[in-house]
């Protein structure tokens, strides 16, 4: 059994509890229109191109069709014709070609996992899967929780909730702990904005909750996206109604770190949406009225 | 009299010159004293007692001996025309006496060929130690007398030094009555009320003391201060522990008046190193109250020397490692922390006992010293590892000069394996090892007859009771300590070396070493491979760590079989901080990817400045292939955080974690680096060097160089505003 992944990233300390390694899968269900992590979208193999870092040195070129010199020197690349075989990254040096996205067994990942081990001990951390969205590898992603319990890590799952509940309940089972997005309540703006409709996400949560679930609810604030003063109106009615089961929840200030890689993925996006950190603590104020206590993620 | 000088200048010279014993010691005591007698005294702002080295060009350092600043002394002859044939006799006279005829004439040819290659050195200076200078505030100095007279009658026959011994306590009690006169005088046209109270306080202590005990810590503070700038200003050792017994009996704001006061002249003195909390043999914490009030001033006032340890044991409170982050928070890298379940087995490995190895605290940039019983060197030599593989890809010669420095260990081209190349590495490191103890100890055997120092003999047990100076072979433990710079480079080189010439045979030696040779000219490839490789010592990769532990291992292991002149063992270190770029500057082009003269070496024992990139807890798992106990000159490891990351909720248990992770591993020393915004924008012009400065972006946390250009002016931004 294999995993599609791009990363495993070592020292995260905003993604759960403590100090943890977060293992970042590819493919998601949804398309939100300002996804941070656009290279996690696709299962498949995907080659970022980060045309700033070329320098024009022509390593890269010569053995296929996809990379061309073009007339004012720059290295051309096209995209329709790439194989995704990697020779270019390989030979670029100057970091300016990546692979993204590779498969891997349950033990290649916990042979990196399980190094830092000690950390999660003295820090109540652990390993969180992240995507893209661990919903949609359920087979693998239950498994490697499972292995990473039998050696005594715990596991937390980020998601967007939109997945058969079968895998949630068996998460659950497994002891993870959820990092659940919430990215809206109106059923036409999620739509919009994420290309899905919230019924099963919210449907997921509340199971979740009624098992009582350790989970966190993470409410991902995109400035003239979904922090409307009706947007905000309906999540805070949507927390209140479940205040009772929730800790927290986690305001997830939207910042444009995705906008430059999807550039290099040659993906169109909306680069006009401003930093979300100036409206937090507005967002925060309405959102208290709930009754849930609401963190502001990094403070 | 030997001498009839008309001149009342260079007091320490006359009487020096004027002593006619056969004893270099007591020539030295009998200058110094006469020099207390003589030499202008003053207070400092807080009214602190200053001694000695005012008004004088011929003076004595603990570093330096007996020795001229010619600068000044030129700047005298010229200010007094009367003096100044009698001042140049002087001159001339006490030359053959100073500490550098001796060294340039005996040995610092040796020296300065191998040092000049930024390859090794040994001796050359004489060292950091922590004389117990605190006894004279808690027993006074008449006890001392006493203790002098009783060794005297015992070790007959060796009354020159005892003389050397009790000059120099003459000379403390001189200063003592100097200074009760000073304070009287300036009380009789001081109008200030409050330079009126301390005058009166500095009154009130010399009243007693120096000879007998102090009574509060006031008093202590001010003849603290006066033996610190006597014996020349070095570390003031486990301050929290020596002083807490004043601490106690005194009133609560009248003591942390003094201890900001002495903490300024620390500051303004730029002292190397004074140590906090830790265990005792029985694993008991030491902590208290004085603990706490320091940590709590630093962060306060932002205090940047002097240099700060602490010591975490298994049974350190959870407050205080809390209370340690907060003053980490505050951005001065303060406080140094320290292992003592690691350093005490260190310790015990060099001979000395369990009780004395708890007694340890840090001197010099970050040396491990037994207080008030040791000369542990500090620093004794330094080894570039890094040189030493250059050394050995061509047979023994120094690719940046072309001499002949090293061992000829072969040429790389006819080793058929790696095992032929990590041998002809281990010989030539054992080389440099040999000479650094060799050149230093033959420096030790000159030192104690040319260098002594009858000040430190007095605090410095051992000494008394065997009728021997602190540099001659007197304090109880005489360990010596080597350090190691330039660590991963040499690593990072042997992995390339293992991996791409011997596994992988992407490239031959004779095509590296003329690669190298070119420094990489014409080897663009090469060049970019080798830079480009994740086989990099920090990244927690297997492969690479294993070979870092064989070596490091190896290099301490080999010193701890080496005697000193003294009459211990050496033993190795790494705190190489500042100095490391001079390291990095001689290094020629190197198989890791490093041109010639890139002066980006590893500032501890972790990986070379942007090649780790995987975060702290990757460096910690690689160091942590090396073996702590080994080493007991001091082992350094410097993390650096972003102040965002470090000040957050999440900041305090993340730190705490990493800190207890790795020293419950076995780790040695930390220091955490809460990152300036100064870093940040080198960064961003040179992000080659800064692959894992990690920093925060909304609620992410992301590695610096991978954000766009906006975004890193950002943080930039907003980490000048923290600063602010």
Same mark, same amino acid.
């Given at each position: 059994m294999t995993l599609s992944y791009f990363n495993i990233q070592k020292?995260?300390?905003?993604?759960?509890?403590g100090i943890r390694t977060t293992v970042f899968l590819k493919g998601c269900p949804l398309n939100c !229109?300002?996804?941070? *992590?656009?290279?996690?979208?696709?299962t498949r193999v995907e080659v970022m191109f980060h045309a700033e870092k070329?320098?024009?040195?022509?390593?890269? !070129?010569?053995?296929?069709? &996809?990379r061309k010199r073009g007339e004012d020197g720059r290295i051309i690349f096209d995209r329709s014709l790439c194989? &995704?075989?990697?020779k270019c990254a390989e030979r670029c040096? *100057?970091?300016a070609i990546r692979v993204c996205g590779k498969q891997g067994s349950i033990e290649d990942i916990l042979e990196q996992v399980r190094k830092d081990k000690p950390f999660y001990e003295t820090s109540g951390g652990g390993m969180t899967i992240s995507g893209g969205e661990p919903a949609m590898q359920p087979e693998a992603v239950l498994a490697l929780i499972e292995a990473a319990k039998a050696e005594g890590i715990a596991s937390a799952i980020e998601t967007?909730?939109?997945? *058969?509940?079968e895998f949630f309940i068996r998460a659950h089972e497994l002891g993870a702990l959820f990092l659940f997005d919430i990215k809206g309540i109106d059923p036409e703006k999620h739509k919009a904005n994420t290309?899905?409709?919230p019924d099963l996400i919210h449907k997921n949560l509340d199971m979740l909750l009624e098992m009582g679930a350790k989970v966190i609810i993470r409410l991902p604030l995109i400035p003239g996206k979904n922090d409307s003063e009706e947007d905000l109106r309906l999540l805070t009615q949507f927390l209140a109604q479940r205040k009772d089961r929730v800790d927290h929840a986690d305001i997830m200030a939207y910042h444009e770190l995705g906008v430059s890689k999807s550039h290099q993925l040659g993906v169109d996006v909306d680069d006009t949406i401003p930093a979300g950190k100036a409206f937090a603590e507005g967002w925060r104020s309405v959102l208290r009225e709930s009754g849930v206590e609401i963190r502001i993620s990094g403070e | 009299m030997k001498y009839n000088f008309?001149?009342? @200048?260079e007091p320490l010279a006359r009487g020096f010159l004027n002593c006619?014993?056969?004893y270099k010691g007591k020539r030295i005591a009998a200058g110094w004293r006469l020099a207390q007698a003589e030499c202008p005294i003053s207070f400092n702002r807080d009214y602190l007692p200053l001694a000695f080295r005012?008004?004088?060009?011929?003076t004595f350092d603990?570093? $330096?001996?007996?020795?001229?600043e010619d600068e000044i002394f030129d700047q005298i002859v010229a200010q007094n025309p009367d003096d100044a044939d009698e001042l140049k006799e002087i001159r001339k006279l006490i030359d053959p006496y100073l500490v550098y005829s001796y060294v340039f004439k005996n040995l610092w040819t040796e020296q300065q060929r191998q040092a000049s290659v930024g390859w090794l050195w040994g001796g050359g200076w004489l060292g950091h130690a922590v004389p117990a200078l605190w006894d004279v505030c808690k027993y006074g100095t008449a006890s001392l007398r006493e203790k002098i007279e009783k060794y005297r009658e015992i070790n007959a026959g060796n009354d020159d030094f005892y003389d050397s011994l009790t000059y120099m306590v003459d000379a403390i009690d001189l200063l003592g009555a100097r200074f009760y006169n000073l304070a009287q005088e300036q009380l009789q046209t001081c109008t200030d009320p409050e330079a009126i109270e301390k005058l009166e306080n500095v009154k009130r202590t010399f009243d007693h003391a120096p000879q007998q005990p102090c009574r509060d810590f006031v008093e202590a503070c001010i003849v603290y201060v006066m033996m610190m700038s006597l014996d020349g200003i070095d570390s003031p050792g486990h301050f929290d522990q020596y002083m807490y017994d004043f601490w106690k009996v005194t009133d609560p704001e009248q003591r942390e008046k003094y201890l900001n006061y002495i903490w300024q002249y620390f500051e303004d003195t730029r002292t190397w190193n004074l140590c906090l909390s830790g265990s005792d043999e029985n694993g008991n914490d030491l902590t208290n109250d004085l603990t706490y009030a320091i940590l709590g001033m630093i962060r306060k006032?932002?205090?940047?020397?002097?240099?700060v340890t602490l010591r975490w044991h298994k049974n350190t409170p959870e407050e205080l490692m809390k209370v340690v982050h907060q003053t980490l928070a505050a951005g001065t890298g303060l406080p140094g922390l320290y292992n003592d379940e690691v350093v005490c087995t260190a310790m015990e490995r060099l001979g000395i006992s369990k009780k004395d190895a708890h007694t340890y605290v840090m001197n010099g940039c970050n040396q491990i010293d037994i207080p008030g019983k040791s000369?542990?060197?500090?620093?004794?030599g330094e080894v570039s590892i890094g040189k030493v593989l250059e050394l050995t890809l061509h047979n023994g010669?120094?690719?940046? #000069?072309?001499? $002949?420095?090293? /061992?000829?260990?072969?040429?790389?081209? %006819?080793?058929?394996t790696f095992e032929e190349f990590y041998d002809a590495f281990i010989k030539q490191l054992d080389y440099a090892v040999d000479t650094a103890t060799y050149l230093s100890n033959l420096h030790q055997s000159f030192d104690a007859k040319h260098a002594q120092n009858p000040l430190r003999s007095l605090f410095i047990e051992g000494c008394i009771e065997k009728a021997l100076d602190y540099k001659d072979r007197g304090p109880i433990y005489g360990n010596g300590q080597i350090l190691a710079e330039t660590i991963a480079d040499a690593i990072d080189s042997l992995a390339a070396i293992k991996k791409?010439?011997?596994?992988?045979?992407?490239?031959?030696m004779a095509e590296l070493i003329d690669a190298l040779n070119k420094n990489f000219e014409g080897y663009d490839e090469m060049y970019q491979f080798l830079k480009n490789?994740? /086989?990099?010592?920090?990244? %927690?990769i297997e492969y690479v760590d294993t070979i870092a532990g064989d070596v490091i291992n190896h290099f301490n292991t080999r010193l701890l079989s080496i005697e000193t002149f003294r009459g211990g063992h050496f033993s190795g270190g790494c705190s190489p901080f500042m100095r490391a770029a001079d390291w990095g500057f001689h290094l020629?082009? /190197?198989?890791?990817g490093k041109k010639k003269g890139? #002066? @980006?070496?590893? $500032?501890?024992?972790?990986? #070379?400045?942007?090649? $780790?990139?995987?975060g702290p807890t990757a460096v910690i798992n690689s160091c @942590?292939?090396? %073996?702590?106990? @080994?080493?007991?000159?001091g082992f350094v490891l410097n993390l650096k955080f972003d102040k965002d990351i470090f000040v957050s909720s999440a900041g305090e248990n993340t730190f705490l974690s990493l800190w207890r992770s790795y020293f419950e591993r076995g780790g040695q020393m930390m220091t955490a680096t809460v990152v300036s915004p100064d870093e940040l924008i080198d960064a961003q012009a040179h992000p080659e060097n800064h692959a894992n400065l990690i920093v925060r972006v909304g609620g992410f946390s992301g590695k610096f160089v991978d954000l766009p250009k906006e975004l890193q002016d950002n943080v930039i931004a907003r980490t000048l505003h923290c600063h602010a």
């Amino acid at each position: 059994m294999t995993l599609s992944y791009f990363n495993i990233q070592k020292f995260c300390i905003h993604d759960g509890p403590g100090i943890r390694t977060t293992v970042f899968l590819k493919g998601c269900p949804l398309n939100c !229109l300002w996804c941070h *992590n656009p290279e996690s979208k696709h299962t498949r193999v995907e080659v970022m191109f980060h045309a700033e870092k070329c320098t024009g040195c022509g390593r890269c !070129l010569g053995f296929c069709d &996809a990379r061309k010199r073009g007339e004012d020197g720059r290295i051309i690349f096209d995209r329709s014709l790439c194989t &995704a075989c990697g020779k270019c990254a390989e030979r670029c040096f *100057n970091h300016a070609i990546r692979v993204c996205g590779k498969q891997g067994s349950i033990e290649d990942i916990l042979e990196q996992v399980r190094k830092d081990k000690p950390f999660y001990e003295t820090s109540g951390g652990g390993m969180t899967i992240s995507g893209g969205e661990p919903a949609m590898q359920p087979e693998a992603v239950l498994a490697l929780i499972e292995a990473a319990k039998a050696e005594g890590i715990a596991s937390a799952i980020e998601t967007c909730g939109f997945g *058969n509940r079968e895998f949630f309940i068996r998460a659950h089972e497994l002891g993870a702990l959820f990092l659940f997005d919430i990215k809206g309540i109106d059923p036409e703006k999620h739509k919009a904005n994420t290309g899905v409709y919230p019924d099963l996400i919210h449907k997921n949560l509340d199971m979740l909750l009624e098992m009582g679930a350790k989970v966190i609810i993470r409410l991902p604030l995109i400035p003239g996206k979904n922090d409307s003063e009706e947007d905000l109106r309906l999540l805070t009615q949507f927390l209140a109604q479940r205040k009772d089961r929730v800790d927290h929840a986690d305001i997830m200030a939207y910042h444009e770190l995705g906008v430059s890689k999807s550039h290099q993925l040659g993906v169109d996006v909306d680069d006009t949406i401003p930093a979300g950190k100036a409206f937090a603590e507005g967002w925060r104020s309405v959102l208290r009225e709930s009754g849930v206590e609401i963190r502001i993620s990094g403070e | 009299m030997k001498y009839n000088f008309k001149t009342k @200048l260079e007091p320490l010279a006359r009487g020096f010159l004027n002593c006619e014993s056969e004893y270099k010691g007591k020539r030295i005591a009998a200058g110094w004293r006469l020099a207390q007698a003589e030499c202008p005294i003053s207070f400092n702002r807080d009214y602190l007692p200053l001694a000695f080295r005012q008004g004088i060009a011929i003076t004595f350092d603990y570093g $330096d001996g007996v020795y001229c600043e010619d600068e000044i002394f030129d700047q005298i002859v010229a200010q007094n025309p009367d003096d100044a044939d009698e001042l140049k006799e002087i001159r001339k006279l006490i030359d053959p006496y100073l500490v550098y005829s001796y060294v340039f004439k005996n040995l610092w040819t040796e020296q300065q060929r191998q040092a000049s290659v930024g390859w090794l050195w040994g001796g050359g200076w004489l060292g950091h130690a922590v004389p117990a200078l605190w006894d004279v505030c808690k027993y006074g100095t008449a006890s001392l007398r006493e203790k002098i007279e009783k060794y005297r009658e015992i070790n007959a026959g060796n009354d020159d030094f005892y003389d050397s011994l009790t000059y120099m306590v003459d000379a403390i009690d001189l200063l003592g009555a100097r200074f009760y006169n000073l304070a009287q005088e300036q009380l009789q046209t001081c109008t200030d009320p409050e330079a009126i109270e301390k005058l009166e306080n500095v009154k009130r202590t010399f009243d007693h003391a120096p000879q007998q005990p102090c009574r509060d810590f006031v008093e202590a503070c001010i003849v603290y201060v006066m033996m610190m700038s006597l014996d020349g200003i070095d570390s003031p050792g486990h301050f929290d522990q020596y002083m807490y017994d004043f601490w106690k009996v005194t009133d609560p704001e009248q003591r942390e008046k003094y201890l900001n006061y002495i903490w300024q002249y620390f500051e303004d003195t730029r002292t190397w190193n004074l140590c906090l909390s830790g265990s005792d043999e029985n694993g008991n914490d030491l902590t208290n109250d004085l603990t706490y009030a320091i940590l709590g001033m630093i962060r306060k006032y932002r205090y940047e020397a002097p240099n700060v340890t602490l010591r975490w044991h298994k049974n350190t409170p959870e407050e205080l490692m809390k209370v340690v982050h907060q003053t980490l928070a505050a951005g001065t890298g303060l406080p140094g922390l320290y292992n003592d379940e690691v350093v005490c087995t260190a310790m015990e490995r060099l001979g000395i006992s369990k009780k004395d190895a708890h007694t340890y605290v840090m001197n010099g940039c970050n040396q491990i010293d037994i207080p008030g019983k040791s000369h542990q060197g500090l620093e004794d030599g330094e080894v570039s590892i890094g040189k030493v593989l250059e050394l050995t890809l061509h047979n023994g010669i120094s690719a940046t #000069t072309g001499s $002949d420095n090293g /061992l000829h260990t072969g040429d790389p081209v %006819d080793f058929a394996t790696f095992e032929e190349f990590y041998d002809a590495f281990i010989k030539q490191l054992d080389y440099a090892v040999d000479t650094a103890t060799y050149l230093s100890n033959l420096h030790q055997s000159f030192d104690a007859k040319h260098a002594q120092n009858p000040l430190r003999s007095l605090f410095i047990e051992g000494c008394i009771e065997k009728a021997l100076d602190y540099k001659d072979r007197g304090p109880i433990y005489g360990n010596g300590q080597i350090l190691a710079e330039t660590i991963a480079d040499a690593i990072d080189s042997l992995a390339a070396i293992k991996k791409y010439v011997y596994e992988e045979k992407r490239y031959t030696m004779a095509e590296l070493i003329d690669a190298l040779n070119k420094n990489f000219e014409g080897y663009d490839e090469m060049y970019q491979f080798l830079k480009n490789s994740p /086989l990099k010592f920090g990244n %927690d990769i297997e492969y690479v760590d294993t070979i870092a532990g064989d070596v490091i291992n190896h290099f301490n292991t080999r010193l701890l079989s080496i005697e000193t002149f003294r009459g211990g063992h050496f033993s190795g270190g790494c705190s190489p901080f500042m100095r490391a770029a001079d390291w990095g500057f001689h290094l020629g082009a /190197l198989p890791n990817g490093k041109k010639k003269g890139e #002066t @980006l070496a590893a $500032d501890s024992i972790g990986a #070379t400045p942007g090649f $780790d990139k995987n975060g702290p807890t990757a460096v910690i798992n690689s160091c @942590l292939h090396f %073996d702590h106990t @080994l080493p007991g000159s001091g082992f350094v490891l410097n993390l650096k955080f972003d102040k965002d990351i470090f000040v957050s909720s999440a900041g305090e248990n993340t730190f705490l974690s990493l800190w207890r992770s790795y020293f419950e591993r076995g780790g040695q020393m930390m220091t955490a680096t809460v990152v300036s915004p100064d870093e940040l924008i080198d960064a961003q012009a040179h992000p080659e060097n800064h692959a894992n400065l990690i920093v925060r972006v909304g609620g992410f946390s992301g590695k610096f160089v991978d954000l766009p250009k906006e975004l890193q002016d950002n943080v930039i931004a907003r980490t000048l505003h923290c600063h602010a």
